[in-house]
């Protein structure tokens, strides 16, 4: 498992995907960040979390599309699947060579929280922030960051499981895209729905609404659970593929 | 080595591999051979694990490769048909990737500079396999199979898009490994096998048609014996005498000249020899021979007549594939005899020239 880990994660930088999701990542949640906080003089950060959510859904294709597909190409599955390796090990190591670096992208744009900090440092005078509340509410933040790397995850994991069902690159970026979209989106649209069984049904399935639980500081273990639950779904879903054609 | 039960594959309807089963012995070299869509590529990926088989058993050593994969695949070592590299590795890359995979115990760099120097590609380790030709490429593919020190290797199809420097290498490398390994490979080229192994299995629409020592197939299909025979004289007549040899079974005049002589292809029923008589018949009546040359059963023939056995309904086709397959044959025959005859005059000439000059 750990050989396959080091491999796709040295892929990401020999290949143009790894630096294309990083550069893109890094330089959105830059620009974003300093829209929704700094240019509308606001503290309040759930605004770019949202957007870094909705910005997800086009980015993490990036990370998973190559993933199987590029292997089923090349046949250099064969490869895999014939060495002493478990699938379960297989995919984990795909999977954990995205998150990998999907995590180390998120732990960067931490630095943009830095400049906040100092302003409100600068507004605050020598008053703690205890007295006055001005600045940015760290357990959001944390809250916020939480959320946004176990929908990282399971995004991911949902990625994964899309490129090891097609050939084709492309076919399981757009794949992907369109699954994590219907999976964003089903907040939104749960909203205009007048059924209440229904209503509350896609709001349970919602990232949004789930996220925005930990978005406002409240440790929502049901959310937390929810997204590592998805991850763990696709990833086993992502086994039973190679389980099946094994089989079938 | 190597054990399989009664092995079944079905892909949906279609019946890739019917019920076969074989052993192959430590220490055997074993050539699988069979046409195209045969079943070849699909037993190997059973017999790797890739696939897994609708009926029937793999044991690898003793260890049935559906409930152990892990500790029948470490025995393995597997070049599938394309040769499964990353492109964007180098060489030395990808065979630290392999040797980590496979959790190969041995000493990382004397192991990997040891396969390097067996398959010839220590010259080429620092480049991307994406530049390599086809032939390093296969080169790769089978260091790859080699990293940990597999007893059982498996080759499929290893000669494929290689030219024929190469695949005089990748044959006697296969001989060298076959010396301290059970190796199993397959091809369907004929000639292959016949300089490899020391055993066939020949598999036809996923059933084995034949398993024998590679000198006793050749024996064993060898049922007519036929001799390119070149005699003197009309060309009417030779045959009319030929004919009239007792246990001869089929006479042809090739479009061959050599003075007044013609080149006839004579064969005879099984189990006569007919040199001798045909010697002394031709002598008694005036026609001098003067040439006689055995011409043995190709691989070929062997191989479609095993194929035809087992295949009855198809036999008007193969038929007649095997009359255009002979008359390529004796095609080839004459241009080889053309290529000598021109080789000659040419050196004949130079000779003469070198005389005259001096």
Known sequence: ?248 | MIKIERLTKNYGSNLAVDDISFEVGAGETVGFLGPNGAGKSTTMNILTGYLSASAGRVLIDGVDILSDPIGAKKMIGYLPEQPPVYLDMTVDEYLNFNYELKGCKLPREEHLAEICDVVKISDVRRRLIKNLSKGYRQRVGVAQALIGNPPVIIFDEPTVGLDPKQIIEIRSLIRSLGKNHTVLLSTHILQEVAAVCDRIIIINKGKIVADAKTENITRAVDTSRRFNVKVCGNQKDVIDTIKSIAGVSYVEALAQKDGDAYTYTVESEPGVDIRKKLFFTLSDKGMAMIGLEAVGMSLEDIFITVVDKNQGESDKKTAKYERQQRRGRRQRSIENEIGDTLYREAEQRRREQSESEE
């Not at chain 1, 630096?19 to 959105?28: K, N, S, T």
């Open chain 1, 1 to 248: 498992m750990f050989a396959i880990y080091k491999k796709e994660l040295r892929s990401y930088f020999t290949n143009p995907h790894g630096y294309v999701f990083a550069g893109i990542f890094l330089a959105l949640s830059a620009l974003v960040f300093s829209y929704t906080t700094l240019l509308m003089q606001s503290y309040d950060t759930t605004l770019y979390f949202t957007v870094m959510v909705f910005a997800l859904v086009v980015l993490v294709p990036l990370l998973t599309m190559r993933l199987f597909t590029e292997e089923k190409k090349l046949r250099t599955e064969q490869l895999l699947l014939t060495a002493p390796v478990t699938i379960t090990g297989m995919v984990l190591g795909k999977f954990l060579a995205a998150f990998t670096l999907f995590f180390s992208c998120t732990a960067l744009t931490c630095i943009n929280f830095i400049p906040l900090y100092l302003i409100a440092a600068a507004e605050r005078g020598n008053l703690p922030y205890d007295t006055t509340h001005i600045g940015p509410v760290t357990p959001q933040i944390i809250g916020c960051l939480i959320g946004v790397v176990l929908i990282g995850a399971a995004f991911i994991a949902i990625g994964t499981f899309v490129s090891s069902l097609t050939e084709n690159q492309l076919a399981a970026a757009i794949i992907t895209i369109a699954v994590l979209l219907a999976l964003v989106g089903i907040g939104l649209f749960a909203n205009v729905i007048d059924v209440y069984a229904i209503r509350m049904a896609l709001g349970w399935i919602s990232i949004l609404g789930r996220f925005s639980n930990l978005s406002s500081g409240i440790f929502d273990i049901a959310s937390i659970i929810y997204f590592v639950s998805l991850a763990f779904l696709f990833v086993f879903l992502t086994v039973r593929v190679y389980e099946k054609r094994r089989w079938s």
